[in-house]
């Protein structure tokens, strides 16, 4: 089906000049009057909050009522034989009776009670985060099902089995240093607990003897102090959030990749490359503190990780991407690409669905809890999620429309991820109208970092990675800068500066510093780490496999088995005809 | 090889230009400054290290 539409797509291309005229004077519609939508929508955004400020002043609260001991002493709840006879509407279930006694000789206190009531805020946050860090965890299947169906059917065993092994990789190298350099010195969050034996970050005194918190020394192995509950929930979200980065660049290196190169580069991007600049954004590294220490705003902003996960992820893709070369048979001599479709588009749209499902656990899981500290805002947030995903998927499928005359089905796709990338870094901080705007651009700026990449960079992406990922993530960074809206508060403060986050359009420029330093970094700083690194791991062990294996497809050269054998793959490697088997 | 390590200095050097926003004073300066180290490192990646590669590609072979 997708071989289908890709041969309409390569007649759409052909069609007679005024008809192309026609489509791209549509299309420059469509672009110039973006502009006019963004700022119309800001301009409403803008007044309905202006409009809404004036409220009425609140009554003059009333003594509260002290409680004594005798009060508490006085408390009883359902009597055992009317809980034995069921609670079918559950009105009598959890009651007074069950709030543990610190000693049950002296009976139920005000201490216990209290305790209760600081405990289960913890349980709710404890759950909520453990919660949503299952549904990242699920977020694997989704990128496994996407990249398997943009790959060809000779490589279906390996694309996935990179996917699948990402998990492993990753998650033993976070646990061995991964986690402790980038939350080792994180302590002070709340809403977990307070997190207090990640208690040491290494720092340096920079630019204006301003401390730069550059990584944590504390949770190696998890052991020691770090061998805490809280520690622990912490660890689990995290550790599905920087699998989520190294699983994007298996789709760039795709095809091509030596399953022994991929293993060690999954590994240094988990323990090294992720966590430091995981810290920087999020450990209280120096990043973060650019409000503090300069008045950049509240400092770099990255709610859920555009930036930390995505652009890391993406960037590292177009490293390897580089090093590693592009497929044979994708360019011609002249430098023009040949598409080389995937073999499954079903699949591939699967994958996008579990990813959008699993996002709601990435955005509102972000905010670590859900009681307390502002966390109700995870309503607004997981909106925020659902609206940017839906406008992408509709900008790059009007694009695609418009500009080849078919709705392509993979960069609708590939339009939904790239909202849903987009809004992950300011998913906590903008409103519904910006979520929308944000995501919609993010759905136009795919398809044209998709060509940009194959026709003029010429690294060849066999999934579009480096673009929804890398291209998308740093938009969703500098979108932070441009629509927070000022109404957050998670608790107070971010990033150790009080008030809300606000953008440019809102009237802080200075956040928009904050965020270009943060995109900067993220060219600057993680490329040429990641491209050192796997350059030596060229150089070592060699990043490729070798012609033959390529053309035959890596399943049986790389893996030993074929992911499909009962399908009879026909010709020598380029030809993608395949038949079903008897 | 040349053009590669250059394009890897030039990263780092937008890197540094986009940090050396902090000491400047006046927000839209700022941000001229910062926008100006990010785009400086983009070229890095993009043009100087990319076009390392690209003069070696494997589809300029011969065969």
Not at chain 1, 16 to 39: C, D, E, M, Q
Not at chain 1, 116 to 144: C, D
Not at chain 1, 521 to 548: E, M
Request: net charge neutral.
């Amino acid at each position: 089906m997708n071989f289908v539409m890709r041969l309409g797509l390569s007649r759409a291309r052909n069609r007679t000049k005024k008809r192309a005229r026609g489509r791209i004077a549509v299309l420059a519609l469509v672009l110039l009057t973006s502009p006019w939508f963004v700022v119309g929508s800001l301009a409403l955004a803008q007044s309905a909050t202006t409009d809404a400020a004036p409220a009425a002043a609140p009554p003059a609260a009333a003594p509260a009522p002290m409680i004594t001991a005798a009060d508490i002493k006085a408390l009883s709840g359902p009597a055992a034989t009317d809980l034995a006879n069921g609670d079918p509407g559950g009105t009598a279930t959890g009651s007074v009776g069950d709030i543990p006694q610190a000693d049950t000789k002296a009976g139920l206190t005000l201490a216990d009670i209290v305790n209760t009531v600081g405990q289960n805020r913890i349980a709710i946050n404890f759950v909520w985060t453990l919660f949503t860090g299952y549904l990242v965890m699920f977020m694997q299947a989704g990128f496994a099902c996407v990249e398997t169906g943009l790959c060809r059917a000779k490589n279906a065993n390996h694309t996935f089995m990179m996917n699948f092994m990402v998990y492993g990789w990753g998650l033993f190298a976070y646990w061995v240093m991964g986690f402790a350099l980038q939350q080792g010195g994180s302590a002070g969050n709340t809403n977990l607990g307070g997190l207090n034996p990640l208690n040491s970050e290494f720092s340096v005194s920079f630019l204006g003897g301003k401390t730069w918190g550059l990584f944590g020394q504390r949770g190696f192995f998890l052991s020691g102090q770090s061998y805490d509950v809280g520690v622990m929930v912490m660890f689990l979200f995290q550790m599905v959030f920087m699998d989520t980065a190294t699983t994007i660049v298996t789709g760039a290196a795709a095809e091509r990749w030596k399953f022994a190169a991929f293993s060690i580069s999954t590994f240094f991007l988990g323990a090294i490359t992720y966590p430091l600049y995981g810290n920087w954004a999020w450990g209280g590294g120096w990043t973060s503190q650019l409000g503090a220490n300069y008045g950049l705003g509240h400092g770099y902003c990255d709610f859920a990780g555009s930036g930390v996960v995505h652009a890391v992820g993406g960037i590292t893709a177009l490293a390897v991407g580089m090093i590693i070369g592009p497929r044979i048979g994708k360019y011609n001599r002249d430098g023009t690409p040949n598409p080389m479709p995937g073999h499954d588009i079903t699949m591939v749209l699967l994958g996008c669905f579990i990813l959008a499902f699993g996002w709601f656990g990435f955005n509102p899981g972000s905010t670590l809890g859900a009681s307390g500290n502002g966390n109700l805002r995870i309503g607004s947030i997981a909106v925020n999620t659902m609206l940017a995903g839906c406008t992408g998927s509709i900008a790059s499928l009007l694009y695609m429309w418009i500009r080849f005359g078919k709705p392509d089905a993979s960069m609708a796709g590939n339009g939904l991820l790239a909202g849903l990338v987009a809004i992950t870094a300011p998913s906590g901080f903008v409103n519904t109208v910006g979520a929308a705007i944000i995501g919609f651009f993010a759905g136009m700026l795919v398809c044209l970092s998709v060509e940009f990449i194959e026709r003029v960079v010429r690294v060849d992406d066999p999934v579009g990675a480096i673009s929804v990922h890398g291209t998308c993530g740093l938009w969703g960074v500098i979108s932070v800068g441009l629509f927070a809206d000022g109404t957050s508060n998670y608790g107070g403060s971010w990033n150790g500066v009080d008030g809300s986050v606000k953008g440019l359009f809102y009237g802080d420029p200075s956040q928009l510093v904050a965020q270009l330093i943060g995109c900067a970094t993220l060219i600057g700083i993680v490329f040429t780490l990641s491209y050192v690194f796997n350059w030596l791991v060229d150089v070592i062990v060699g990043q490729r496999v070798g012609a033959a294996s390529e053309l035959a497809g890596l399943d049986v050269p790389e893996m030993g088995a074929l992911g499909y054998p009962e399908f009879q793959l026909a010709g020598p490697g380029l030809t993608r005809h395949v038949e079903v088997g008897d | 090889m040349t053009l590669r390590v250059l394009g890897l200095l030039v990263c780092i050097l937008g890197w540094f230009i986009a940090v050396l926003s902090v000491e400047i004073s006046g927000v839209y300066a700022q941000l001229l400054v910062a926008l100006a180290g990010f785009v400086t490192a983009g070229i890095g990646a993009l043009a100087i290290v990319n076009r390392g590669h690209l003069q070696e590609a494997i589809w300029k072979g011969k065969g």
